[in-house]
């Protein structure tokens, strides 16, 4: 990676980092949701932006890494980092079991779509029945404030815990976007028999992605448990996590390296505004969502992040 | 010595035989031209041999290997690459993006796999568009393409599925120094041809397809005047035909 790959990204977790020392608590509140939804739509955007299998059931592994991580230090007594590193783990092998019984099937594009939100449904559905996941009840995990348990008093200290994350994934991005793996990955979203001829192994490739994929949104669902120290089925598995990744990863840019992030960010800032202006109307801002979603698609298929190319091409 | 055998192979689609029995060597070193009418089985033939389709019978020996079975991109670690009737580019990429793809195959690291694009890109012609979407390629430089990709995966046998169609007079004429420079670099190539003046041209050894069979086989010009490959053409009759206007001519 070149000096110029670097820049974009710390240079912009440099700034949301020193957020803490200006913003108010309601401020941190907003930015620790709105970039845990960006770190679940980093995880999205790999295998559904730079690999074309657009999942609608991103929840499976958001999910999974906010139970694994809850349920270890509930039912075990584990450490929360460990949790949140198995919920990490786990998060890739559910990953690669979902991309391994569909991709061997050769699903793609609608029918993918349609089995992976069938997955996460059929995870919801058991998560909200067992009473090992706590049922409909859902699973609260006790506060006690300290690094070890990965809960802390001061909530920029979280916020920069999710930065790092957040800066991290960035990172690795763009070492895949230079990359043979990355390369290949792109040769499969744009055609997958011209990728099979140049040598690529197509289904190996995608397993590489989904998992990868798959581990980046579990983090995002073991930060979000450590966040609210609450769930439920419909919150972890539920499918509002699934459609946000992908709306913010659309927003900013699809298949690019800080897309998913700006996305998020603009998305909720537009979001928490309008709840601002319309006063607290319920369901405004995933109306607001919508419009935008709608607007994004015919007017800037590339995002945010395609509207600043296009100004640089512009200019010369 | 045969780089590519081809032994008894067929492909059934339900009722329909597309390739029935078809056998040919490809010798190392050499231009071999597959030709026939349309429908004959000729890019069927490309499919079970490139591994995208599975033979009902018959096999497929590669170098001494059976590859039978083998999956595509197996295959083309082993060295055998193809270009596709039908233009396949990635059309959201750069043409040296393209390009790049097929060299990420034996250059794992990206700087030299961008050299070996360029490089590949200057050699059919490419070298001014590196930079340009594969998108906005004329008919005549997506064929390029075709033949850069599957030329930067550093195959052993490259097989070319009508690269020449759809090019006017001069783009053939343009194109047919760089298919006879990849022979001389020592990649042996299995054409599929319907531009006859390029197979007159290049091909050392012609095999003619017909529904599904092979008819025939041999030197381009003894292949042109052999009467059942003009029937197999022009229908049953037609050769007796010809020969009986010939004097009036």
């Not at chain 1, 730079?50 to 906010?66: D, E, K, N, V, Y």
């Not at chain 2, 097929?102 to 990206?110: K, M, Q, S």
Request: positive net charge.
């Amino acid at each position: 990676m070149s000096a110029r790959d670097i820049a974009a990204p710390v240079l912009l977790v440099a700034v949301l980092a020193v957020l803490p020392f200006f913003a108010s608590g309601t401020m941190l509140n907003f930015l620790v949701s709105a970039l845990i939804v960006a770190l679940g739509a980093q995880g999205w955007n790999l295998l559904a932006g730079f690999g074309g299998q657009l999942s609608f059931g991103h929840a499976a592994f958001f999910g999974t890494g906010a139970y694994v991580t809850a349920l270890l230090q509930i039912r075990f007594g584990i450490n929360a980092w460990a949790g949140m590193a198995a919920g990490i783990a786990l998060g890739a092998v559910v990953g690669w079991v979902i991309g391994f019984l569909s991709f061997r099937a050769r699903l793609r594009g609608s029918y993918f779509a349609l089995v992976t939100l069938a997955f996460a449904e059929v995870l919801r559905i058991l998560a909200n029945a067992a009473d090992f996941t706590g049922g409909a009840a859902g699973l609260l995990i006790r506060l006690q404030p300290g690094f070890g348990n990965l809960q802390f008093p001061d909530r920029g200290v979280f916020l920069w815990l999710v930065l790092g994350c957040i800066l991290f994934v960035l990172l690795l991005t763009a070492s895949i976007e230079r990359s043979r793996f990355g390369a290949q990955l792109v040769a499969v979203r744009e055609n997958e028999d011209a990728a099979r001829a140049l040598g690529v192994d197509v289904l190996a490739t995608k397993l590489k992605a989904i998992s990868l994929s798959a581990a980046i949104t579990a983090a995002a669902g073991c930060l979000y448990m450590q966040n609210f120290l609450y769930l439920d089925a419909n919150i972890a598995y539920g499918t509002w996590i699934s459609v946000e990744v992908l709306i913010a990863s659309i927003i900013g840019g699809l298949g690019t390296v800080l897309g998913p992030v700006v996305g998020a960010l603009a998305l909720h800032g537009l979001g928490e505004a309008t709840k601002l202006v319309s006063g607290q109307i319920t369901g405004i801002d995933l109306a607001i969502f919508g419009a935008v979603l709608i607007l994004s698609v015919a007017f800037a298929p590339n995002g945010v992040m395609g509207l600043r190319r296009l100004f640089k091409g512009r200019a010369g | 010595m045969s780089l590519l055998s081809v032994n008894g192979l067929s492909r059934r689609f339900g009722g329909l035989l597309a390739v029935d029995g078809a056998s040919l060597q490809v010798p190392a070193g050499a231009i071999t031209g597959l030709i026939g009418p349309n429908g004959a089985g000729k890019t069927t033939l490309f499919a079970l041999i490139s591994g995208f389709l599975e033979p009902s019978a018959g096999s497929v020996e590669f170098d001494g290997q059976d590859v039978t079975r083998e999956a595509p991109h197996l295959r083309a670690r082993r060295g055998i690459a193809r270009t596709f009737q039908i233009v396949q580019p990635f059309a959201g990429l750069s043409v040296r993006d393209n390009i790049a793809v097929g060299a990420y195959l034996r250059h794992p690291g990206r700087a030299e796999a961008l050299v070996r694009a360029e490089a590949v890109a200057r050699e059919v012609g490419l070298g001014s568009m590196l930079d340009g979407p594969a998108s906005a390629l004329t008919v005549a430089g997506r064929k390029r393409l075709e033949l850069a990709r599957a030329l930067a995966t550093e195959p052993r046998l490259l097989l070319l599925d009508e690269v020449l169609a759809g090019l006017n007079p001069s783009e053939v004429r343009d194109i047919l120094p760089v298919i006879r420079t990849i022979r001389d670099r020592g990649v042996t190539i299995l054409m599929i041809e319907h531009v006859m003046q390029a197979v007159m041209n290049l091909c050392d050894h012609v095999h003619v397809l017909a529904q599904g069979r092979m008819i025939a086989e041999g030197a381009p010009r003894a292949v042109c005047a052999d009467p059942v490959v003009i029937e197999a053409y022009l229908g049953h009759g037609a050769a007796d035909r010809i020969k009986a206007e010939a004097p009036h001519a």
